[in-house]
Protein backbone atom coordinates (compact mmCIF):
# COMPACT_ATOMS: atom_id res chain seq x y z
CA UNK A 1 0.00 0.00 0.00
CA UNK A 2 2.99 2.34 0.58
CA UNK A 3 3.73 4.46 -2.53
CA UNK A 4 5.57 7.63 -1.46
CA UNK A 5 8.07 6.99 0.67
CA UNK A 6 7.48 8.65 4.06
CA UNK A 7 3.74 8.23 3.32
CA UNK A 8 1.11 5.49 3.77
CA UNK A 9 -1.86 5.27 1.24
CA UNK A 10 -5.26 4.03 0.83
CA UNK A 11 -6.24 2.11 -1.97
CA UNK A 12 -7.82 4.15 -4.89
CA UNK A 13 -11.48 5.27 -4.53
CA UNK A 14 -11.24 4.49 -1.07
CA UNK A 15 -14.28 6.49 0.33
CA UNK A 16 -13.57 9.33 2.70
CA UNK A 17 -16.66 10.95 4.81
CA UNK A 18 -18.36 12.35 7.23
CA UNK A 19 -21.73 11.35 9.17
CA UNK A 20 -24.67 13.06 10.68
CA UNK A 21 -27.92 11.93 12.01
CA UNK A 22 -31.11 14.15 11.42
CA UNK A 23 -31.57 14.90 15.34
CA UNK A 24 -28.74 15.10 16.14
CA UNK A 25 -27.91 18.59 13.91
CA UNK A 26 -30.85 19.65 12.55
CA UNK A 27 -32.98 21.27 14.78
CA UNK A 28 -36.64 23.00 13.51
CA UNK A 29 -38.57 20.31 14.89
CA UNK A 30 -41.71 21.33 14.52
CA UNK A 31 -41.41 22.98 11.18
CA UNK A 32 -42.93 22.51 7.58
CA UNK A 33 -45.19 19.73 8.71
CA UNK A 34 -42.49 17.65 10.78
CA UNK A 35 -44.25 15.72 13.53
CA UNK A 36 -42.71 14.67 16.66
CA UNK A 37 -40.85 11.49 17.12
CA UNK A 38 -39.80 9.77 20.21
CA UNK A 39 -36.38 11.97 20.79
CA UNK A 40 -38.65 14.88 21.14
CA UNK A 41 -40.61 13.29 22.82
CA UNK A 42 -37.81 11.64 25.58
CA UNK A 43 -35.51 14.93 25.46
CA UNK A 44 -38.17 16.81 26.84
CA UNK A 45 -38.97 14.43 29.95
CA UNK A 46 -37.48 15.75 32.58
CA UNK A 47 -34.06 14.15 34.10
CA UNK A 48 -33.39 11.89 30.36
CA UNK A 49 -30.48 14.14 29.33
CA UNK A 50 -27.47 15.67 30.78
CA UNK A 51 -28.76 19.75 31.58
CA UNK A 52 -32.32 18.78 30.17
CA UNK A 53 -30.82 19.44 26.76
CA UNK A 54 -32.92 18.60 23.61
CA UNK A 55 -32.27 19.00 19.83
CA UNK A 56 -35.09 21.66 19.36
CA UNK A 57 -32.42 23.54 18.04
CA UNK A 58 -29.29 21.38 17.68
CA UNK A 59 -27.11 22.41 15.24
CA UNK A 60 -29.59 24.31 13.09
CA UNK A 61 -28.40 22.75 10.17
CA UNK A 62 -32.12 22.74 9.12
CA UNK A 63 -31.93 26.54 8.53
CA UNK A 64 -27.98 26.68 8.01
CA UNK A 65 -27.75 23.65 5.33
CA UNK A 66 -26.09 26.05 2.35
CA UNK A 67 -23.17 26.58 5.20
CA UNK A 68 -22.76 23.15 6.33
CA UNK A 69 -22.56 22.19 2.61
CA UNK A 70 -20.10 24.78 2.03
CA UNK A 71 -18.23 23.54 5.18
CA UNK A 72 -18.00 20.04 3.80
CA UNK A 73 -16.87 21.42 0.33
CA UNK A 74 -13.90 23.00 2.35
CA UNK A 75 -13.11 19.45 3.82
CA UNK A 76 -13.00 18.00 0.58
CA UNK A 77 -14.23 14.74 1.56
CA UNK A 78 -15.59 13.26 -1.51
CA UNK A 79 -18.81 11.47 0.69
CA UNK A 80 -21.46 12.50 3.16
CA UNK A 81 -23.55 10.43 5.26
CA UNK A 82 -26.85 12.12 6.49
CA UNK A 83 -30.06 10.41 7.85
CA UNK A 84 -33.58 11.05 6.91
CA UNK A 85 -35.87 12.29 9.74
CA UNK A 86 -38.51 9.96 9.31
CA UNK A 87 -41.39 12.40 11.26
CA UNK A 88 -39.93 15.15 8.89
CA UNK A 89 -41.29 12.60 5.54
CA UNK A 90 -44.14 10.91 7.50
CA UNK A 91 -44.94 13.35 10.67
CA UNK A 92 -47.54 10.39 12.25
CA UNK A 93 -45.31 7.28 10.75
CA UNK A 94 -47.71 6.30 8.19
CA UNK A 95 -50.09 7.71 5.59
CA UNK A 96 -49.88 10.60 3.50
CA UNK A 97 -46.41 12.28 2.94
CA UNK A 98 -45.17 15.62 3.75
CA UNK A 99 -43.62 17.17 0.85
CA UNK A 100 -41.73 19.94 2.75
CA UNK A 101 -40.00 17.50 4.56
CA UNK A 102 -39.01 15.34 1.33
CA UNK A 103 -38.49 18.63 -0.28
CA UNK A 104 -35.54 19.61 2.32
CA UNK A 105 -33.40 16.62 1.44
CA UNK A 106 -34.05 16.81 -2.26
CA UNK A 107 -31.92 20.11 -1.44
CA UNK A 108 -29.60 18.48 0.98
CA UNK A 109 -28.54 15.97 -1.87
CA UNK A 110 -28.87 18.32 -4.60
CA UNK A 111 -26.12 20.57 -2.94
CA UNK A 112 -23.91 17.73 -1.92
CA UNK A 113 -24.03 17.08 -6.02
CA UNK A 114 -23.48 20.17 -7.00
CA UNK A 115 -20.32 20.41 -4.65
CA UNK A 116 -19.23 17.06 -5.71
CA UNK A 117 -19.73 15.20 -2.58
CA UNK A 118 -21.65 11.66 -2.70
CA UNK A 119 -24.95 11.49 -0.43
CA UNK A 120 -25.02 8.06 1.19
CA UNK A 121 -28.12 8.13 3.16
CA UNK A 122 -29.00 6.34 6.36
CA UNK A 123 -32.88 5.89 6.89
CA UNK A 124 -33.00 5.48 10.26
CA UNK A 125 -31.28 7.01 12.73
CA UNK A 126 -33.07 6.43 16.11
CA UNK A 127 -36.25 9.01 15.28
CA UNK A 128 -39.53 6.95 15.12
CA UNK A 129 -42.35 9.20 14.56
CA UNK A 130 -44.30 9.36 18.14
CA UNK A 131 -47.78 8.23 16.62
CA UNK A 132 -45.70 4.85 15.99
CA UNK A 133 -44.14 4.43 19.28
CA UNK A 134 -47.70 5.31 20.79
CA UNK A 135 -48.72 2.29 18.74
CA UNK A 136 -46.18 -0.32 20.26
CA UNK A 137 -43.13 0.94 18.45
CA UNK A 138 -40.55 -1.64 17.76
CA UNK A 139 -41.78 -3.90 19.95
CA UNK A 140 -44.76 -4.35 17.50
CA UNK A 141 -44.67 -6.13 14.30
CA UNK A 142 -47.00 -3.34 12.16
CA UNK A 143 -44.05 -0.68 12.52
CA UNK A 144 -42.28 -3.05 10.04
CA UNK A 145 -44.80 -2.61 7.29
CA UNK A 146 -44.75 1.01 7.84
CA UNK A 147 -41.03 1.35 7.81
CA UNK A 148 -41.34 -0.16 4.18
CA UNK A 149 -43.86 2.26 3.30
CA UNK A 150 -41.67 5.06 4.50
CA UNK A 151 -38.87 3.46 2.68
CA UNK A 152 -40.71 3.73 -0.62
CA UNK A 153 -41.51 7.06 -0.65
CA UNK A 154 -37.83 8.01 0.22
CA UNK A 155 -36.32 5.96 -2.20
CA UNK A 156 -38.96 6.75 -4.61
CA UNK A 157 -38.53 10.50 -3.68
CA UNK A 158 -34.20 10.22 -3.71
CA UNK A 159 -33.39 7.21 -5.93
CA UNK A 160 -32.26 8.70 -8.87
CA UNK A 161 -29.41 10.56 -7.19
CA UNK A 162 -28.59 8.40 -4.53
CA UNK A 163 -27.29 5.19 -5.17
CA UNK A 164 -25.74 4.15 -1.27
CA UNK A 165 -28.14 3.11 1.57
CA UNK A 166 -27.47 2.03 4.93
CA UNK A 167 -31.27 1.20 6.14
CA UNK A 168 -30.52 1.41 9.97
CA UNK A 169 -27.71 2.79 12.10
CA UNK A 170 -27.22 0.97 15.21
CA UNK A 171 -30.07 -1.42 15.66
CA UNK A 172 -28.17 -2.54 19.01
CA UNK A 173 -29.10 1.11 20.72
CA UNK A 174 -32.65 1.51 19.30
CA UNK A 175 -33.30 -1.88 20.63
CA UNK A 176 -31.21 -2.41 23.83
CA UNK A 177 -30.75 1.41 25.27
CA UNK A 178 -34.07 2.04 23.46
CA UNK A 179 -36.61 -0.14 25.16
CA UNK A 180 -34.00 -2.31 27.49
CA UNK A 181 -32.02 0.02 29.76
CA UNK A 182 -34.17 3.20 28.93
CA UNK A 183 -31.26 5.22 28.57
CA UNK A 184 -31.98 6.05 24.81
CA UNK A 185 -35.83 7.05 23.49
CA UNK A 186 -38.34 5.94 24.43
CA UNK A 187 -36.73 5.24 27.54
CA UNK A 188 -38.58 1.78 27.96
CA UNK A 189 -36.94 -0.96 30.43
CA UNK A 190 -38.11 -3.83 29.75
CA UNK A 191 -35.55 -6.93 27.93
CA UNK A 192 -38.11 -8.88 26.82
CA UNK A 193 -39.35 -5.68 24.78
CA UNK A 194 -35.70 -4.72 23.95
CA UNK A 195 -35.62 -8.67 22.14
CA UNK A 196 -38.90 -7.98 20.27
CA UNK A 197 -37.79 -4.71 19.19
CA UNK A 198 -34.42 -6.19 17.62
CA UNK A 199 -36.70 -8.62 15.68
CA UNK A 200 -38.53 -5.84 14.62
CA UNK A 201 -35.94 -3.53 13.12
CA UNK A 202 -33.78 -5.85 11.42
CA UNK A 203 -36.74 -7.42 9.94
CA UNK A 204 -37.70 -4.04 8.89
CA UNK A 205 -33.76 -3.79 7.66
CA UNK A 206 -34.38 -7.29 5.66
CA UNK A 207 -37.36 -5.59 4.23
CA UNK A 208 -36.17 -2.09 3.15
CA UNK A 209 -33.15 -3.86 1.16
CA UNK A 210 -35.80 -5.56 -1.17
CA UNK A 211 -37.76 -2.53 -1.51
CA UNK A 212 -34.62 -0.19 -2.07
CA UNK A 213 -33.50 -3.16 -4.71
CA UNK A 214 -36.51 -2.72 -6.42
CA UNK A 215 -36.97 0.70 -6.74
CA UNK A 216 -33.56 1.74 -7.30
CA UNK A 217 -31.60 -0.46 -9.48
CA UNK A 218 -28.00 0.09 -9.55
CA UNK A 219 -28.80 0.54 -5.33
CA UNK A 220 -25.77 -0.62 -3.00
CA UNK A 221 -27.07 -1.40 0.38
CA UNK A 222 -25.95 -1.94 3.87
CA UNK A 223 -26.71 -1.25 7.45
CA UNK A 224 -24.69 -0.03 10.18
CA UNK A 225 -23.71 -1.85 12.97
CA UNK A 226 -22.13 -0.62 16.24
CA UNK A 227 -19.65 -3.72 16.68
CA UNK A 228 -17.46 -4.04 19.44
CA UNK A 229 -14.33 -6.88 20.93
CA UNK A 230 -15.49 -8.24 24.07
CA UNK A 231 -12.63 -9.34 26.31
CA UNK A 232 -12.76 -11.48 29.62
CA UNK A 233 -11.10 -10.09 32.41
CA UNK A 234 -9.11 -12.96 33.58
CA UNK A 235 -8.96 -16.73 31.87
CA UNK A 236 -11.64 -17.80 34.61
CA UNK A 237 -14.87 -19.72 33.03
CA UNK A 238 -17.38 -17.40 34.72
CA UNK A 239 -15.79 -14.22 33.12
CA UNK A 240 -15.43 -16.03 29.97
CA UNK A 241 -18.92 -16.84 30.11
CA UNK A 242 -20.29 -13.01 30.88
CA UNK A 243 -17.82 -12.17 27.66
CA UNK A 244 -19.39 -14.63 25.49
CA UNK A 245 -22.79 -13.21 26.77
CA UNK A 246 -22.00 -10.24 26.00
CA UNK A 247 -20.94 -10.30 23.31
CA UNK A 248 -23.95 -12.58 21.92
CA UNK A 249 -26.04 -9.13 22.83
CA UNK A 250 -23.69 -6.72 21.52
CA UNK A 251 -23.00 -8.70 18.02
CA UNK A 252 -23.76 -11.78 17.38
CA UNK A 253 -27.51 -11.01 18.22
CA UNK A 254 -27.17 -8.71 14.96
CA UNK A 255 -24.21 -10.12 13.17
CA UNK A 256 -25.38 -14.17 12.74
CA UNK A 257 -29.06 -13.40 11.69
CA UNK A 258 -27.58 -10.93 8.90
CA UNK A 259 -25.64 -13.07 7.63
CA UNK A 260 -26.53 -16.90 8.51
CA UNK A 261 -29.86 -16.40 8.93
CA UNK A 262 -30.35 -17.77 12.84
CA UNK A 263 -30.18 -16.21 16.12
CA UNK A 264 -27.50 -17.64 18.48
CA UNK A 265 -28.43 -20.27 20.26
CA UNK A 266 -27.18 -18.96 23.62
CA UNK A 267 -29.03 -16.02 23.17
CA UNK A 268 -32.65 -17.38 22.52
CA UNK A 269 -31.96 -19.57 25.53
CA UNK A 270 -31.11 -16.35 27.89
CA UNK A 271 -33.81 -14.26 26.80
CA UNK A 272 -36.28 -17.49 26.83
CA UNK A 273 -39.70 -16.76 28.56
CA UNK A 274 -39.75 -13.58 28.10
CA UNK A 275 -42.80 -11.96 26.97
CA UNK A 276 -42.63 -11.01 24.61
CA UNK A 277 -39.15 -11.82 23.36
CA UNK A 278 -37.99 -13.72 20.76
CA UNK A 279 -41.39 -15.40 20.47
CA UNK A 280 -42.25 -12.35 17.70
CA UNK A 281 -40.42 -14.52 15.24
CA UNK A 282 -42.48 -15.60 12.51
CA UNK A 283 -41.79 -18.21 9.77
CA UNK A 284 -40.11 -16.72 6.86
CA UNK A 285 -38.58 -14.02 9.07
CA UNK A 286 -35.03 -15.09 9.05
CA UNK A 287 -34.86 -15.47 5.22
CA UNK A 288 -35.73 -12.02 4.79
CA UNK A 289 -33.37 -11.07 7.44
CA UNK A 290 -30.57 -12.89 5.72
CA UNK A 291 -31.65 -11.34 2.60
CA UNK A 292 -27.58 -10.51 0.99
CA UNK A 293 -26.39 -6.84 1.31
CA UNK A 294 -23.71 -4.87 -0.73
CA UNK A 295 -21.80 -3.86 2.52
CA UNK A 296 -21.51 -3.90 5.66
CA UNK A 297 -21.03 -0.11 8.06
CA UNK A 298 -18.91 -0.91 10.99
CA UNK A 299 -19.51 2.01 13.29
CA UNK A 300 -16.31 1.21 15.72
CA UNK A 301 -15.32 3.04 19.00
CA UNK A 302 -14.56 1.00 21.35
CA UNK A 303 -13.20 -2.46 22.56
CA UNK A 304 -15.01 -3.50 25.88
CA UNK A 305 -14.05 -5.81 28.93
CA UNK A 306 -16.21 -7.94 31.65
CA UNK A 307 -16.53 -10.03 34.32
CA UNK A 308 -18.60 -11.94 36.14
CA UNK A 309 -20.56 -9.85 38.87
CA UNK A 310 -19.19 -12.35 41.42
CA UNK A 311 -15.65 -11.84 40.24
CA UNK A 312 -15.38 -8.10 41.07
CA UNK A 313 -12.97 -8.26 43.44
CA UNK A 314 -10.95 -10.92 41.44
CA UNK A 315 -11.12 -8.13 38.60
CA UNK A 316 -9.87 -5.17 40.94
CA UNK A 317 -6.99 -7.22 41.69
CA UNK A 318 -6.08 -8.20 38.98
CA UNK A 319 -5.88 -4.62 38.35
CA UNK A 320 -8.95 -3.91 36.35
CA UNK A 321 -10.87 -0.34 37.44
CA UNK A 322 -14.89 -0.63 38.30
CA UNK A 323 -16.40 3.24 38.12
CA UNK A 324 -18.48 3.27 41.35
CA UNK A 325 -21.53 3.99 39.95
CA UNK A 326 -21.68 1.28 37.35
CA UNK A 327 -23.65 2.09 34.10
CA UNK A 328 -25.98 -0.74 33.08
CA UNK A 329 -25.06 0.72 29.69
CA UNK A 330 -23.80 -1.89 27.02
CA UNK A 331 -24.02 -4.75 29.21
CA UNK A 332 -27.97 -5.00 30.17
CA UNK A 333 -29.13 -7.63 32.27
CA UNK A 334 -26.25 -10.52 30.56
CA UNK A 335 -25.15 -10.76 34.37
CA UNK A 336 -21.82 -9.43 33.35
CA UNK A 337 -19.81 -5.91 34.63
CA UNK A 338 -17.93 -3.83 32.33
CA UNK A 339 -14.51 -3.09 33.68
CA UNK A 340 -11.68 -0.57 32.89
CA UNK A 341 -7.97 -1.04 32.25
CA UNK A 342 -6.67 1.22 34.38
CA UNK A 343 -3.46 1.56 31.57
CA UNK A 344 -5.40 2.16 28.82
CA UNK A 345 -6.62 5.89 28.11
CA UNK A 346 -10.10 6.75 27.56
CA UNK A 347 -12.07 9.63 25.46
CA UNK A 348 -14.09 12.03 27.21
CA UNK A 349 -16.96 9.76 27.26
CA UNK A 350 -15.11 7.17 29.60
CA UNK A 351 -14.10 4.64 25.79
CA UNK A 352 -11.04 3.13 26.03
CA UNK A 353 -8.89 3.95 23.29
CA UNK A 354 -7.49 0.96 21.38
CA UNK A 355 -7.30 0.92 17.45
CA UNK A 356 -6.16 -2.52 17.07
CA UNK A 357 -9.56 -3.87 18.45
CA UNK A 358 -11.15 -1.91 15.16
CA UNK A 359 -8.70 -4.50 12.88
CA UNK A 360 -9.85 -7.07 15.46
CA UNK A 361 -13.52 -6.86 14.80
CA UNK A 362 -13.07 -5.92 10.61
CA UNK A 363 -10.98 -9.11 10.54
CA UNK A 364 -13.43 -10.89 12.71
CA UNK A 365 -16.86 -10.14 10.28
CA UNK A 366 -14.85 -11.16 7.16
CA UNK A 367 -13.39 -14.44 9.13
CA UNK A 368 -16.48 -15.63 10.72
CA UNK A 369 -19.17 -13.81 8.59
CA UNK A 370 -18.50 -13.14 5.15
CA UNK A 371 -15.95 -11.15 2.93
CA UNK A 372 -18.18 -8.47 1.70
CA UNK A 373 -17.24 -5.01 1.06
CA UNK A 374 -16.67 -3.18 4.86
CA UNK A 375 -16.93 0.74 5.50
CA UNK A 376 -15.90 2.26 9.16
CA UNK A 377 -19.40 3.98 8.57
CA UNK A 378 -18.64 5.86 12.01
CA UNK A 379 -15.39 6.54 13.98
CA UNK A 380 -14.33 9.46 16.15
CA UNK A 381 -14.12 10.85 20.06
CA UNK A 382 -14.81 13.33 22.17
CA UNK A 383 -12.28 15.39 24.23
CA UNK A 384 -12.45 17.98 26.53
CA UNK A 385 -11.84 20.76 23.11
CA UNK A 386 -11.73 24.26 24.24
CA UNK A 387 -11.47 27.30 22.20
CA UNK A 388 -7.45 28.70 23.24
CA UNK A 389 -6.23 32.02 23.55
CA UNK A 390 -5.54 31.94 19.52
CA UNK A 391 -9.25 31.92 18.87
CA UNK A 392 -8.72 28.20 17.72
CA UNK A 393 -9.31 24.70 19.05
CA UNK A 394 -6.39 22.47 19.02
CA UNK A 395 -7.80 19.01 19.58
CA UNK A 396 -4.57 17.01 18.60
CA UNK A 397 -6.03 14.25 21.12
CA UNK A 398 -8.57 13.95 18.25
CA UNK A 399 -6.16 13.32 15.45
CA UNK A 400 -4.19 10.79 17.25
CA UNK A 401 -7.56 9.34 17.53
CA UNK A 402 -8.51 9.47 14.36
CA UNK A 403 -4.81 8.86 13.05
CA UNK A 404 -4.91 5.42 15.15
CA UNK A 405 -7.78 4.31 13.97
CA UNK A 406 -7.16 5.21 10.33
CA UNK A 407 -4.40 2.77 10.62
CA UNK A 408 -6.01 -0.20 12.29
CA UNK A 409 -7.72 0.15 8.75
CA UNK A 410 -4.82 0.09 6.73
CA UNK A 411 -4.12 -3.23 9.05
CA UNK A 412 -7.10 -4.68 8.21
CA UNK A 413 -6.70 -3.98 4.33
CA UNK A 414 -3.19 -5.72 4.91
CA UNK A 415 -4.88 -8.83 6.43
CA UNK A 416 -6.53 -8.91 3.01
CA UNK A 417 -9.80 -6.87 4.62
CA UNK A 418 -12.20 -5.69 1.39
CA UNK A 419 -12.12 -2.00 3.14
CA UNK A 420 -14.19 0.47 0.92
CA UNK A 421 -14.14 3.73 2.55
CA UNK A 422 -14.59 5.44 6.36
CA UNK A 423 -16.51 7.86 7.57
CA UNK A 424 -15.72 10.26 10.59
CA UNK A 425 -18.16 10.81 13.19
CA UNK A 426 -18.90 13.79 12.96
CA UNK A 427 -18.45 16.83 10.75
CA UNK A 428 -20.00 18.98 13.96
CA UNK A 429 -19.98 18.88 17.31
CA UNK A 430 -24.04 18.09 18.11
CA UNK A 431 -26.23 17.05 20.52
CA UNK A 432 -24.75 13.47 21.83
CA UNK A 433 -28.48 11.95 22.70
CA UNK A 434 -28.51 11.45 26.46
CA UNK A 435 -25.58 13.54 27.13
CA UNK A 436 -26.94 16.44 25.51
CA UNK A 437 -24.78 19.30 24.09
CA UNK A 438 -21.64 18.04 26.62
CA UNK A 439 -19.60 15.65 24.59
CA UNK A 440 -17.97 16.95 21.10
CA UNK A 441 -17.35 14.88 18.63
CA UNK A 442 -17.04 17.20 15.64
CA UNK A 443 -14.47 18.17 13.52
CA UNK A 444 -15.98 21.39 13.77
CA UNK A 445 -16.58 23.29 16.63
CA UNK A 446 -20.33 24.61 17.07
CA UNK A 447 -20.47 27.61 19.27
CA UNK A 448 -24.23 26.93 20.83
CA UNK A 449 -25.57 29.83 21.27
CA UNK A 450 -25.14 31.75 18.16
CA UNK A 451 -24.60 28.33 15.75
CA UNK A 452 -21.12 29.41 14.39
CA UNK A 453 -19.05 27.24 13.07
CA UNK A 454 -15.61 26.85 14.15
CA UNK A 455 -13.31 24.14 12.34
CA UNK A 456 -10.84 22.48 14.60
CA UNK A 457 -7.25 21.26 13.78
CA UNK A 458 -8.55 17.84 12.91
CA UNK A 459 -10.32 19.36 10.28
CA UNK A 460 -7.04 20.73 8.63
CA UNK A 461 -5.63 17.27 9.32
CA UNK A 462 -8.65 15.57 7.92
CA UNK A 463 -8.98 17.68 4.87
CA UNK A 464 -4.68 16.82 4.38
CA UNK A 465 -5.61 12.65 4.99
CA UNK A 466 -8.25 12.57 2.32
CA UNK A 467 -6.34 15.23 -0.02
CA UNK A 468 -3.19 12.46 0.07
CA UNK A 469 -5.30 9.85 0.46
CA UNK A 470 -2.76 8.72 3.19
CA UNK A 471 -1.22 9.72 6.18
CA UNK A 472 2.41 10.50 7.52
CA UNK A 473 4.22 7.24 7.92
C1 LIG B 1 -23.00 6.27 17.79
C2 LIG B 1 -24.22 6.91 17.17
C3 LIG B 1 -24.00 8.35 16.76
C4 LIG B 1 -23.16 9.10 17.75
C5 LIG B 1 -21.91 8.34 18.08
C6 LIG B 1 -20.99 9.05 19.04
O1 LIG B 1 -23.40 5.21 18.60
O2 LIG B 1 -24.61 6.20 16.03
O3 LIG B 1 -25.26 8.93 16.57
O4 LIG B 1 -23.90 9.41 18.86
O5 LIG B 1 -22.24 7.09 18.61
Not at 74 to 92: I, N
Not at 247 to 264: A, C, M, S, V
Request: charged share 20%.
Amino acid sequence: MSAQPGSVRFPNGFLWGTKTAAYQVEGSVDVDGRGPSIWDTFSHHAGATRNGDTGDVACDHYRRMDEDLDLLAALGAPAYCFSVAWPRVQPSGSGALNQQGLDFYRRLVDGLLRRSIVPVVTLYHWDLPQALEDAGGWVSRDTVGRFSEYTRIVAGTLGDSVRMWITLNEPWCSAWLGYGTGEHAPGVRDHGKAAAATHHLLLAHGEAVNVLRATIPNASVGIGLNLQPVRPATDHDDDRAACHRVDGNLNRLFLDPIFTGRYPADMLEHYAGLQPGFDVVAEGDLEVIRTPIDFLGVNFYFPITVCAPARRAEARAAGYWIPETERRGRIGDLDAVQVLRAEVSRTQMGWEIEPAALTEILVRVRDQYASLPLYVSENGAAFDDYIGPDGEVHDADRIAYLDGHLRAVLDALDAGVDMRGYFVWSILDNFEWGHGYSKRFGLTWVDYPTGRRLPKSSFAWYRQTVRANGLER
